[in-house]
């Protein structure tokens, strides 16, 4: 008899998680608990003013403190030629300032000690003397003819302006304007914030020069890129090199880039000859690492009377900070933004955009998202909310007319994508059905006239997940391809190693599901393992939603290949030849006679034992994968506020979530990925943004600054499926991780909107804090988050 | 005896100042000489291995450090370490006993209420703390009670399922003995 997919922990069980045997008990091992023999510790001295020529740095105070055992500076860095190390956006970033400071908190100098309250003691002793310039804070400045360049170290950089770009059909678009019946406009700022894992970066270099081994343990969500990374910036080779990544406290995009720690923390345990542990703390996270979004949105739509929409414009003017870091395919060069519209029949769209330099630190790491993805939703959603009012149309039904139907598939989107499949009406049914839509307006009318503020809104989205196929997706040239190597032992248990790495994602449990379920060696017999270099095959890594796309497809592909053996052995087993066996899961059997079967397990056994003759021994696989398409998930999201028109204050009364992932290879953590997401998605929506005084100050340098939502603020949601198989994964899986922080933040402005817009209104930029909300209640304007802020 | 970092240092000379401190942690009594600057956390961290305990913010605000100080969870990135001379700590390492789990370890790994883990040991003792106030805590009790602790992955709906799951199994087991 074949094995119960469910009782073995196959695809579809709500499978406990194995990762949390140890972190329930306190025991998982993340960089800071790695304890080795002998380890110095180091701080980082950072940048108190956003723009400064170093006149000076005078560490011999620092040297004298008893414990210090090396003080590094730019200029002892810039002998070694570790001083600037290349992005992933092919720019470059200063590792420790030689020249000008250009954002505040830049890494300045270090100082390595016995102990960390040593070394910040000696930290504090360094002096360096600032010749303070002007400080550019946002684009507008940065494009000033009489701007101060910001990277003068480059050649070929006369302005702040780092590319200007475009795609789409820009004559196409045009004509489409000229025929439209009514034209709908939106101009916003989404504001800058950051990812925030609970756990900040950190790394633990140790060079041995014995064996010309270096190991690093290190925050990273994406190993072997690292490990290429640190073979070309410190000209070590890359078989010398082991990156671990332990258990990471979140990621969320910020553990993707390589940062200037990571690097001194090498370069000190080369010089010291000492295993070298830095671990930022808060306020070096979050004022010095990757942020993300920062980008004004500006958009046009085409419509038809009867509320079909003929055509869009978008034009994104975003702000990277001090160095051109984002985290990003190659190819493109502000992300995935042209995903924008990807679940509307559009007949025609063109996307303009410029990115500037700014005296900030760099940002575009894809927060929970696929690369700028969320900027492009949020845009979409907003437009669409905007042209059904200018239409006079019912939003639900606007949108209805507009998705691209189920018989359309697979659709090309107008800016070239290929959406492979979806059910998008039913999705909005049952959204609509399940947040009460139909009476909506009556109840929204009956509260107006006791003086009380509802509001609905709406965010429906499909997008790009899981890059992505070699012809198109590359990071400085490496294809996004991940790969899955599945071991099975004599017995029949098996260990599993991916090139992704989970941060709270589950891998651990999710992977071993697939094998279960390609398999029927039950999950628990599974052991996954990921994030050391010396042992899992090469891998992008994970970030934007890729790892069950890619890397889950690797999985399955590797079990596939390891079954197509164990056949093999069957048919030798049975002494039958191989066509006429037939599979179950966890079983072979011979054709028309269903008793007369061997096990998966027996297979493994006889792989070590009893190979038929010229086969070659053992039962394992690698598989690389690398995706024909990505994969393309919908939500729907409907979300029911009561805004207080005496303080502005917002309450979400009701959130009702449809997702369409795919199948769900366990649908308990699919669940907790949305209601994650969509806590992120209110949090931008609500209070979550950092931003900037005119002095380039970092506004939000700590937790009582960035204000992240907890418990007591976060609302409830209720969770909807509907599933509709991916026709080109192997286990018919789509992405999910981001989803909700995607198309989230959309649904609680637009709800927001919705409840104040009577007053004339158009939009409240993000976060909808309530004196944003209520400044717009008194005087019916639109409010700008343009940056910068007086702190007053 | 511990002191604390020194296992790589020079000796700390006798200008360091240290101070003897004996804690009870998770039942045992450590006994330490340690530099009265010292953070309670990162004596329990470092001086005692006890990583179970993180340190996500430094600023009181994230909670990933707390503890129990006499039964009442505390954030230990905020207290010295001399401060809790004489006193009781508990950290995650002492919720279970070798064969069993803690109802709130089992209702977080049975609800979900956890994906990283960063936040979980300081989540789970706050929570555990609330239980031995409030046996039947509602939903809004445990929202306000787990006020002081962040998560970043979670959405905190699972955490509060799975505190509610914690009572009610903890309920039931007090119901048995009675
Ligand atoms: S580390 Fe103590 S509250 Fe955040
Ligand atoms: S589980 Fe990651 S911070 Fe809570």
Known sequence: MSVDEIKIGGMGASRRRVEDNRFIRGKGKYVDDVVLPGMLHMEILRADVAHARIKSIDTSAAWEVPGVRLVLTGEMMAARNLAWMPTLSYDTQAVLATDKVRFQGQEVAAVIADDPYIAKDACAKIVVEYEALPVIVNPDQAQSPDAPLIRDDKENQPTNKIFDWEIGDKSGTDKAFEEADVISTIDLHYPRSHPSPLEPCGSIADYDRSTGKLTVY???????????AVA??????????????????GGFGNKVPVYPGYVISILASILTERPVKWIEDKTGNLISTGFGRDVYLQGQMALRKDGKILGMRMHTISDHGAFYADAQPTKFKIGLMHSTFACYDVPAAHLTSTGYYTNKAPGGVAYRCSFRVTEAMFFQERMMHAAANDLGMDQAEFRRVNLVKDDMFPYRTAFGFLTDSGQYDKCMQVGMEAIGYDTFKEEQEEARKRGRLLGL???????????????????????????AELRVHMTGKAILRTGAKTQGQGHETTWAQIVAHELGIPADDIVVEEGDTDTAPFGMGTYASRSTPVAGAAVAMAARKVRAKARKIAAHLLEVSEEDIEWELGRFYVRGNHDRGV????????????MPDGMEP???????????????????YFCKVEVDPATGVWDVLKFVAVDDCGVRINPMIVEGQVMGGLTEAYAMANMQYITFDESGNCIGSNYMDYLLP?????????????????????????????????????????????????????????????????????????VSGMPPVKVE | MTSLYNEVAADPGADTPTRRVSITVNG???????????????????????????????????????VLFDGRPIKSCTMLAVQADGHDVETVEGMATASELHPVQEGFKECHGLQCGFCTPGMMLASKALLERNPNPTEDDVRWALSGNLCRCTGYQNIVKSVLWAA???????????
């Open chain 1, 218 to 228: 290190m925050t990273t969500q994406a190993p072997h890129i690292i490990r290429a």
């Open chain 1, 232 to 249: 070309m910036v410190a000209e070590l080779p890359e078989h010398q090199i082991r990156i671990i990544s332990p258990d990471l406290g």
């Open chain 1, 457 to 483: 809104g709406i965010s429906t989205m499909t997008e790009p997940l899981g890059a992505g196929n070699s012809r198109e997706y590359d990071i400085l040239g490496i294809k996004m391809f991940d790969s």
């Open chain 1, 599 to 610: 096990t998966i397990q027996d297979c493994a056994l006889a792989a070590y034992s009893n």
């Open chain 1, 618 to 636: 053992g039962l394992e696989n690698v598989s690389y994968y690398d995706p024909p398409n990505l994969t393309w998930p919908f939500a729907a």
């Open chain 1, 710 to 782: 907890t418990a007591w603020e976060t609302p409830g949601f209720e969770l909807h499926e509907v599933v509709t198989p991916c026709p080109h994964h192997p286990i018919g899986a789509k992405g999910i991780g981001e989803c909700a922080t995607v198309a989230g933040p959309a649904a609680f402005v637009n709800a927001v909107m919705n409840a104040i817009e009577h007053t004339g209104v158009r939009n409240v930029d993000m976060p909808l804090q309530p004196n944003r909300v209520f400044e717009a209640l008194q005087t019916g304007q639109d």
């Open chain 2, 28 to 66: 045992e009594q450590r006994t330490v000489d340690i530099e009265p600057r010292l953070l309670l956390a990162h004596l329990l961290r470092q001086g005692l291995g006890l990583t179970g305990t993180h340190t996500g913010c430094d600023t009181t605000n994230c909670g990933a450090c707390t």
């Open chain 2, 168 to 178: 009610e199994k903890m309920r039931a087991e007090n119901g048995e003995e009675a």
